[in-house]
């Protein structure tokens, strides 16, 4: 039986620098000329995240980007406090593969970790450059109530020895689904969840907003907005789709019964018809011209 991730697309490869000297492993999928969809993944994570997106025959006519936030996958990964609790970090990375890759208003849509990444790109930038966000079972309102039951696994990362933190590491990615993968896509994602460090995950975990500073960012967006969460997600409860809700309340809703924390996995049928909804409504064929036009400007240079 073919797993998930055995025929996966390797994508275009880019290696990205940040204002803040941080190399990024970026891949991007489908038609270089259509709408630009930017995915953001989540702590431990990879763009290896959303196989099932990129994979997606339906989202080809997307150009897709995804990246491996600093401290993941094959990005760089510096240790120290400062590189992961000052919150202009995260957003300027955004803001790095956005201007490296040309991108003009592309959907920016996060999935835990990446939904506050999002979230602190609004907060910097605001959504002048977008075209829809999307937020994917996330907290951009860091309160405590909404955080669920399965994050106490992870409680204590001050771990040193190996075989505990496969046991820790395994716990939490089991966390991650309500309807749980075959075992050879779990056994693929527990490898790419073992490469972030303890120790950044300690770090990152550290990162905390004022929640008014994130409420402020939210109630100013006016773009087209898709929140998705599953009801069975007990890392992040739904309660925190239904703030960001109340907060913009132009944004659609959408949650999803029996499904956990990885909906865009457990539910990929779905949320793909979804986001391919969402995003040729955020499309901008006025935008896709000036894009072309920057290209050949650029190649002409």
Known sequence: MTGTFDTRPAGHRHRVITDDGIELEVREWGNPDGPELLLVTGV????????????????????????????????????????????????????????????HKPVLAGWSLG????????????????????????????????????????????????????????AFLRNCFGLQPDADDFAFALAYNMICPFEIRQQIGKWWTEPAISEAALRRVTVPTLIVHGRDDILVL?????????????????????CGHSV??????????????????????????????????????
């Open 264 to 301: 865009f996995f457990e539910a990929a049928d779905r949320f793909n018809a979804e986001l391919t909804r969402f995003v040729e409504g955020c499309y901008d064929p006025a935008s896709a011209l000036a894009t072309e036009q920057r290209r050949t400007l650029a190649a002409a240079s």
């Open 115 to 170: 939904g506050r990444i999002v979230r602190q790109y609004l907060v910097d930038y605001g959504d002048a450059q977008l075209s829809g966000v999307g937020f994917l079972s996330c907290r951009p309102v860091e309160v405590p109530e909404v955080i669920g039951t399965g994050n106490a696994v992870v409680q204590a990362l001050d771990i040193d020895d190996l075989a505990s933190r496969i046991d820790v590491t395994t």
């Open 238 to 258: 739904p309660g925190a789709a239904e703030i960001t809700a109340r907060l913009i309340p132009h944004a659609t809703l959408s949650l999803y019964d029996g």
């Open 44 to 103: 431990a994570q990879s763009y290896l995240s959303f196989v099932k997106q990129y994979s997606a025959p339906e989202l080809q006519d997307f150009r897709i980007i995804s990246y491996d936030p600093r401290g993941h996958g094959l990005s760089d990964k510096p240790l120290g406090d400062h590189w992961y609790q000052q919150g202009k970090r995260w957003s300027a990375e955004v803001r790095s593969v956005m201007d490296a890759l040309q991108l």
